[in-house]
């Protein structure tokens, strides 16, 4: 048997080393108690250690035994991969000035939308807040025809409510009258007849029938029209009629507007007019 620190032959039944008095067991003993140790080769040359080898019998290097301690060879410790760096949230304030721009953005956009658009909402909005202008139907003389008349057609769009047809007129070249003075002809000669009809009412009227009208004047040299119109969409007809006249053909001055009326006092619509003409301008 053989000392299994220093591999120095020992009498059978021996407890101790003669060399380094190490204790030793039987072969039986330690064949029962651990596994049989497979030879070790030379990490450096690969050469076959002797058991117990501490360094190599070809290259002398040292090499690891079972019985060294581990703290005897250098341990290599690696350093820890670097972690890769945390993306940080926005921070809070900034996401918050973003949602209150893409808001302001809408609304903007929204109020843009109302002021501009014919859909029937948009109108009923503009006109509630005032926001449309009144629209010219009529700012140039007429001329009308002895035994004639002339139109102008005008519509509303759908959704339209508290408007007016006004304006003012006149027959050139002559003076205020009524057909109830006592020189009937010579005041038909100045007189003209003013109408705000509806389309159907203006095709029975057309036709010479009497028919119901949103404004008449009578026969009149001059007056003023403010003359309101139904809720909603309509298509309807400015009337200038001198039937009654067989001979004199009349020019009528005349200026006539659509007014979209609101609660808006009138001084704030006049500055909402200038306001418009400068953003136009």
């Not at 008095?21 to 330690?30: H, N, W």
């Not at 290259?59 to 079972?66: F, I, L, M």
């Not at 670097?82 to 949230?89: D, G, I, N």
């Not at 029975?204 to 001059?222: F, K, N, P």
């Amino acid at each position: 048997m053989q000392c299994r620190k220093c591999a120095a032959k020992l009498p059978e039944g021996s407890q101790f080393c003669l060399k380094c008095g190490e204790p030793v067991t039987s072969l039986a003993t330690r064949s029962a108690s651990s596994p049989a140790i497979a030879p070790s080769l030379c990490d450096a040359c690969g050469s076959q250690l002797a058991e117990g080898a501490q360094f190599c019998l070809k290259c002398g290097r040292p090499v690891a035994s079972p019985g060294r301690d581990a703290e005897d060879f250098p341990v290599v410790v690696e350093p820890p991969a670097a972690e890769p760096r945390p993306v940080l949230p926005p921070p809070q304030h900034k996401r918050h000035v973003a949602v209150w721009i893409l808001l302001l953005a809408g609304l903007i956009a929204l109020i843009a939308w109302l002021a501009t658009s014919d859909n029937a909402v948009a109108q009923q909005v503009q006109e509630f807040a005032g926001w449309k202008r009144d629209q010219t139907i009529l700012d140039t003389p007429v001329s009308v025809a002895a035994r004639g008349f002339q139109d102008v057609k005008f519509s509303l769009p759908e959704g339209s409510v508290n408007v007016a047809v006004v304006g003012e007129f006149k027959v050139a070249g002559g003076n205020q009258g009524t057909s109830r003075r006592k020189d009937k002809g010579k005041d038909d000669d100045h007189n003209i007849e003013v109408y705000v009809l509806t389309e159907p009412a203006f095709a029975v009227w057309q036709d010479g029938y009497t028919t119901g009208s949103l404004y008449e004047s009578g026969r009149v040299a001059e007056g003023s029209m403010d003359a309101e119109l139904p809720a909603g969409a309509g298509v309807y007809y400015l009337v200038f009629s001198n039937k009654f006249a067989p001979k004199a053909p009349k020019t009528v001055q005349a200026t006539v507007q659509l007014r979209y009326r609101s609660w808006l006092p009138e001084s704030i619509r006049r500055l909402e007019t200038r306001v418009r003409g400068w953003l136009e301008f």
